[in-house]
C-alpha cells in the first residue's frame, strides 16, 4: 500500500521509470523463461509438419539482455542413419545497434557440431527422398494463386554479420546399392567474416571453408562475395585427396576399384552476375599422383598413372574457352585386356547394371556423335586450348584371352608431345612421338593438322618390328605360323575432309621371314622391299613403284590325301559369320583399282610336291629371276612377264609373254629344255604302269587366254626316253605303251610331239594338268593301239597295217612294192622298230586258186579270163560241157529266166552261170594247206624283198603264223613289242 502511494504521489517522470522498469523485468523474466519453451515448440511443431520427419530440439536459450539465443541438441530423426540433419549448437547474437543502422546486424551466428547424414539405397533411392516428397504435396495442397513480386520487393533485405562460422561439422554420405555399404566422411569447418548483403568493400564477405577428407586430405576455400549482383572470388586449394575412398562410392556405377590414388587441385575463381553468370578459374594447377584403376579379378592394375600434371589451366565462362598451357604424364601404364564381350577398357566406366549400360552407351554415343558433328562445322560451343602435352614413358600392355593360350602385345618406352591442340577453332597442332613394340621394333611418329576443318599430315616409321609374336593372331584365322621375320615400314600420310580422303605414301620390307603351314615350310623370304607406294581412298587407287623380292624359298605340297596348300588352308580356317540378309553396300561399290609398275624376282626358288602320288614327286624351279610389269587391274591395260628359272637346277626354264586382268587375257611362251624325265616316274607309274628309265624332256609351247578360253600349241620333245620297270597301277591305260613309244621314236632317240589343247576356263572341270596329261597319253595310247596310222606320215600317208597282194598270188607286184618300199621307208626312220610279217589269205583267194584250177583244165595256159572266155564260142562250149560233165546236170537248169533267143547271147549267160556254178563247188574244194602255204609265202617273198632291195637287216623282220580266211589278201603287220 505504501508503495501504491508513493507511486501515486511520485511525479510522472517517476512513475515511467517504475513502468519502464516494470516492462524491463516482464521483458527478461518472459526472455529468461517464457520464450525458449515457446520458440521450441513452436520450431520443432512446425519443422515437424513441414518435413513429415520426428524433429528433436533438446533445449534452446535466449539471453534478451545480450540479444542472443542458442539451441542445442537439434536433429531431424532418420530410420537409416539415425539422424539427417542436425547440430550440437546453434548460437546467434544480435546487435541492438541494427535499430540504429537500419539493417539487421548480427555480432555472431556460429553453428557447432553440424552432422548431415546423406545415404542412397538400391534404385538410387535416397534417405531425403521422402521429405522432398513431402513438401511437395504440402505446396500442392496451398493457395497455387501466388501475387508476383516486383524486383524492388524481391531485393535482398540489408543483412550484416560479424562472423558467421561453422565449427566440427561432418559431412557423411552413405553409398548402400551395392553388396557393401560404403561411407564417406567429411570433417567441415567454415568461417565468413563481415558478412553484409549490400556491402561491396573487399574486407567485406569474407570466407574460409575447410573440410578434411578421408586419409589426411584437405579441402580450403576462401575469398570474398557481394551481393546486388553477385560477386564471389577467390582460391579453391584441395591437397591429398583420398581417391580411394572417394571411388568405393562409385561401385555399383562403375566396373573398377581405385586401389590408390591422389588428387590435388588449386586455382582462383571469379564468378559473377553483373553481365550475366560469368565463370572465371585462372592459375588453376591440377595434380594426380599414383593413381590405380583396377578390374576386380585382374592382378595388374588396368590403368596406372604415377604422376600427372595440368597448371596454368583458365577457364572462362563468357568467352566459353578453357586452357590447359602445360599437360605432363609420367610413366603412365595401361594394360587393356580382350575378350569374348570386347576390349575391357570400353567397359571400365559403364554401369554394373546391363541395362543401365546399354543406355549410357547409347548416351555417349549420341554425344560423341554431336560433337563430332560441331568440330567437322567449326561449331564447338567451347573452345579448348592445350598449349603443351607431354607425355614420358608410357607403357601399352594388350592381353588377348581370346586366343590360348593368351597372347600380349606391349608398347612401352613411349613418348609424346603435342603442342597448340585448340578443339573449336581453325589453328594448326604439330606432334612427335616415340615408342618400342614387342621390346624391338622401334616406332616413330610425327606430324600436324588441324582438326576443323580436318586437315592432318603425318609421318612415321617403324623399323624392325618382330613377326613372330604376331604369328599367334594369324594362326587364329589360318594354319599358318609366322616363326621370325622383321617388318620395317616409312609412311607419310594425310587426311582431309569429312569423309575424309586419305593419302598414303611410303615404302615397307620385310627380312627373313619364315612362314609355315602345318609345321611345315611354306615361303621364306631372304629380303622383301615394296617401293614408291601410294594409296588414295578418294579416288580408291594404289600404287606401287616396285616390289623387290629377293631369297624368296616357297614350297608348294600336296598331302597324301591329295589336298593342295590352298584347300588345307580353306579347310583350316574358320567358318565365316553368316551376315544374312541383302548384300552389304561394299559389295557393290566400286572396285579399288592397284596398279604396280614392277615386280622383281631375284635369286629365288619355288618348289612343288606330290605325296599323294608313290614314289613322291619333286620338282623345282631354283634361281629364279626376271620381271613382271605394268601390272594394273585396270581394264586393258597389259602386263609383261619375262621370267627365268633352272628346273631341279639344270634344266634351262624361261616365261615370257604378256598379261592382262581386266577382262583376263595373255598370251605367253613357255620354254624348258633337257629336264631329266626319270622325275616323271611318278606320273607315269601312274598313268601309264612304268617306272622312265632315262630320257631328257624339252617343251616350247605358246599359250594363249581370249575370254576365258585357253589355246595351247606346243612342241614336245623327248629324246632317249624309254620306260623301264612296270608298277602296278589302277590307273595306268590297258595298252602297250612302250610300243607306242618305239612308234613316235625316231632313228636318233628323239619324240617330237606336236600338242594343241583348247578349253573353257569356266568350265569346273577343266584343268590344264588334267588337259596336258589326258592329251599325252592318249597320244601314247593311240601309237600303242593303232601304231601304223600313227607311222601312215613318214609312208606318204599310207597306213601299213595291210599290204594287199594280187588275190591267190605270193608275188609283189606294183602296188604291193609300192607298200613295202614305204615299210621300208619307216623302217629306216625307226630303227629301233621290229615288223612282224603275217602272211594271210581270204575269201578272194581261195576263189582265185578255185578259178585257176577250172582254167587250167578248161584252157590250160591260154586261159584268159572268164570275161574273154565267154565272148569265144569254143571256150563256151569248153565251159558248158565241162560243167554237165562233172554235174551230170544240164546248164539250162541254172537259169530260171527265159533264154534269150539270140544263140550267141544264150550261149554266154550259160557259159557264165557254168562257171560261176563250178567256181562255187571248187571254192570249197581248196585245200587249207594251200592257203597255209600262199600265206606262207608272201610273208617270206616280202621279207626277201625289204632285205634285197631295200637293205632292212633282217632280224627286225620275224615271220608270224599264218592266218587264212583274214581281212586282207597279202600281209598283215604287227609291231614286236
Do not use: C
Amino acid at each position: 500500500m505504501k508503495v501504491t502511494q508513493a507511486l501515486k504521489g511520485s511525479s510522472w517522470k517517476t512513475k515511467a521509470l517504475v513502468i519502464l522498469a516494470g516492462f524491463y523485468l516482464l521483458y527478461v523474466l518472459l526472455g529468461f523463461f517464457v520464450a525458449p519453451g515457446l520458440v521450441r515448440d513452436n520450431a520443432r511443431d512446425a519443422l515437424a509438419e513441414l518435413t513429415g520427419r520426428e524433429v528433436v530440439i533438446s533445449e534452446v536459450k535466449i539471453n534478451p539482455l545480450a540479444l542472443s539465443a542458442t539451441v542445442n541438441g537439434f536433429a531431424i530423426n532418420d530410420e537409416q542413419t539415425q539422424v539427417l540433419l542436425g547440430f550440437n549448437q546453434l548460437y546467434v547474437n544480435f546487435e541492438v545497434s541494427s535499430l540504429f543502422r537500419w539493417r539487421w546486424h548480427f555480432k555472431q551466428i556460429g553453428v557447432e557440431g553440424l552432422n548431415v547424414r546423406a545415404q542412397r539405397n538400391p534404385g538410387s533411392v535416397f534417405n531425403f527422398d521422402d521429405i522432398i516428397a513431402h513438401m511437395e504435396t504440402q505446396q500442392a495442397d496451398s493457395d497455387p494463386k501466388v501475387e508476383p513480386v516486383s524486383d524492388a520487393e524481391s531485393s535482398l533485405p540489408n543483412i550484416s554479420v560479424d562472423e558467421l562460422s561453422l565449427s566440427h561439422g561432418e559431412l557423411r554420405y552413405t553409398e548402400a546399392t551395392g553388396k557393401e555399404p560404403h561411407q564417406l566422411i567429411l570433417p567441415v569447418a567454415f568461417t565468413v567474416t563481415n558478412f553484409s548483403t549490400v556491402a561491396k568493400g573487399e574486407d567485406q564477405n569474407g570466407y574460409a571453408i575447410h573440410l578434411e577428407g578421408p586419409e589426411g586430405g584437405a579441402f580450403d576455400w576462401n575469398g570474398h562475395f557481394a551481393f546486388s549482383p553477385f560477386l564471389a572470388h577467390g582460391h579453391l586449394s584441395i591437397e591429398k585427396v583420398d581417391l580411394v575412398s572417394l571411388a568405393k562410392l562409385a561401385e555399383g556405377e562403375v566396373r573398377f576399384t581405385v586401389p590408390s590414388g591422389e588428387l590435388d587441385l588449386q586455382t582462383d575463381y571469379l564468378f559473377s552476375t553483373e553481365q550475366g553468370p560469368r565463370v572465371m578459374v585462372n592459375n588453376g594447377e591440377l595434380t594426380l599422383r599414383d593413381l590405380q584403376i583396377q578390374k576386380p579379378g585382374e592382378q595388374a592394375p588396368s590403368v596406372e598413372v604415377p604422376a600427372l600434371t595440368v597448371t596454368g589451366i583458365s577457364v572462362d565462362s563468357a568467352k566459353k574457352e578453357i586452357q590447359l598451357p602445360n599437360v605432363a604424364l609420367e610413366q603412365p601404364q595401361v594394360n587393356a585386356v580382350l575378350a569374348e564381350d570386347g576390349l575391357d577398357l570400353a567397359t571400365l566406366f559403364l554401369p554394373v547394371d546391363p541395362q543401365e549400360a546399354e543406355q549410357r552407351k547409347q548416351d555417349v554415343k549420341e554425344k560423341a556423335q554431336e560433337a563430332a558433328e560441331r568440330i567437322a562445322e567449326a561449331e564447338t560451343v567451347w573452345v579448348t586450348r592445350l598449349d603443351n602435352l607431354a607425355i614420358e614413358g608410357n607403357t601399352l600392355r594388350l592381353t588377348d584371352r581370346t586366343l590360348n593360350p593368351a597372347q600380349t602385345m606391349t608398347l612401352t618406352d613411349g613418348g609424346l608431345t603435342l603442342s597448340n591442340l585448340i578443339i573449336g577453332e581453325e589453328a594448326t597442332f604439330t606432334w612427335q612421338g616415340k615408342a618400342t613394340l614387342q621390346e624391338q621394333g622401334s616406332l616413330t611418329h610425327s606430324g600436324e593438322g588441324q582438326l576443323a576443318p580436318l586437315s592432318i599430315s603425318a609421318k612415321g616409321a617403324l623399323t624392325a618390328l618382330p613377326l613372330a609374336p604376331l604369328s599367334p593372331w594369324l594362326e587364329r584365322e589360318a594354319p599358318l605360323k609366322m616363326t621370325s621375320g622383321q617388318l620395317s615400314v616409312d609412311l607419310q600420310s594425310t587426311v582431309k575432309g569429312d569423309t575424309p580422303d586419305i593419302t598414303v605414301n611410303g615404302s615397307a620390307g620385310v627380312i627373313n621371314l619364315n612362314l609355315q603351314e602345318g609345321g611345315r615350310p611354306l615361303i621364306k623370304v631372304n629380303k622383301g622391299q615394296v617401293k614408291n607406294v601410294s594409296l588414295a581412298t578418294a579416288t580408291q587407287q594404289v600404287r606401287v613403284g616396285e616390289i623387290l623380292l629377293t631369297g624368296i624359298d616357297m614350297l608348294h605340297r600336296v598331302d597324301a590325301q591329295g589336298r593342295d596348300v590352298a584347300s588345307r588352308i580353306q579347310a583350316g580356317m574358320p567358318a565365316p559369320a553368316s551376315s544374312g540378309g541383302s548384300p552389304s553396300a561394299s559389295s557393290s561399290s566400286k572396285p579399288w583399282q592397284v596398279t604396280v609398275d614392277k615386280l622383281r624376282l631375284v635369286g629365288s626358288q619355288v618348289r612343288h610336291e606330290d605325296l599323294s602320288l608313290s614314289p613322291h614327286f619333286r620338282i623345282g624351279l631354283y634361281q629364279l629371276a626376271g620381271t613382271v610389269s605394268n601390272l594394273d587391274t585396270r581394264s586393258g591395260r597389259t602386263a609383261n612377264v619375262n621370267l627365268s628359272a633352272q628346273v631341279d637346277r639344270y634344266a634351262p626354264f624361261s616365261v615370257k609373254g604378256r598379261l592382262s586382268s581386266e577382262p583376263f587375257s595373255t598370251d605367253m611362251q613357255v620354254s624348258l629344255h633337257n629336264y631329266e624325265m626319270t622325275s616323271l616316274s611318278p606320273y607315269t607309274g601312274l598313268y601309264l604302269g612304268y617306272l622312265v628309265e632315262k630320257g631328257q624332256l624339252g617343251v616350247d609351247t605358246e599359250v594363249s587366254v581370249e575370254k576365258n578360253h585357253l589355246n595351247s600349241a606346243a612342241d614336245i620333245l623327248a629324246d632317249q626316253f624309254y620306260l623301264g620297270e612296270k608298277v602296278a597301277s589302277e590307273n595306268a591305260v590297258r595298252a602297250p605303251v612302250k610300243l607306242g613309244l618305239s612308234v613316235l621314236r625316231s632313228r636318233s632317240g628323239e619324240i617330237t610331239l606336236p600338242v594343241k589343247m583348247s578349253g573353257d576356263l569356266d568350265d569346273p572341270s577343266f584343268s590344264v594338268s588334267g588337259m596336258i596329261l589326258k592329251v599325252l597319253t592318249n597320244i601314247v595310247v593311240k601309237a600303242a593301239t593303232a601304231p601304223f596310222s600313227v607311222l601312215a606320215g613318214l609312208a606318204g600317208g599310207e597306213n601299213l597295217e595291210t599290204i594287199a597282194f594280187e588275190p591267190g598270188s605270193a608275188q609283189a607286184g606294183v602296188q604291193t612294192t609300192g607298200s613295202l618300199q614305204a615299210l621300208a621307208k619307216v623302217l629306216t626312220e625307226k630303227p629301233h622298230l621290229h615288223i612282224g610279217l603275217v602272211g594271210t589269205t581270204n575269201a578272194e583267194d581261195r576263189a582265185a586258186i578255185a578259178g585257176r584250177a577250172i582254167a587250167e583244165d578248161v584252157a590250160g595256159d591260154d586261159w584268159l579270163g572268164i570275161d574273154a572266155a565267154v565272148q569265144e564260142k569254143k571256150w563256151r562250149r569248153k565251159l558248158i560241157r565241162r560243167y554237165e560233165s562233172g554235174s551230170d546236170r544240164d546248164v539250162e537248169t541254172l537259169i530260171s529266166a527265159p533264154l534269150p533267143e539270140d544263140d550267141e547271147q544264150r550261149d554266154s549267160l550259160l557259159a557264165r552261170s557254168a562257171w560261176d556254178a563250178m567256181l562255187a563247188t571248187e571254192i570249197e574244194l581248196v585245200d587249207q594247206e594251200q592257203l597255209i602255204a600262199l600265206a606262207r609265202l608272201r610273208s617270206e617273198n616280202a621279207k626277201a624283198r625289204l632285205v634285197k632291195q631295200f637293205n632292212i637287216e633282217p632280224s627286225r623282220l620275224y615271220l608270224s603264223d599264218a592266218k587264212v580266211d583274214g581281212a586282207v589278201s597279202g600281209l598283215t603287220l604287227t609291231l614286236e613289242k
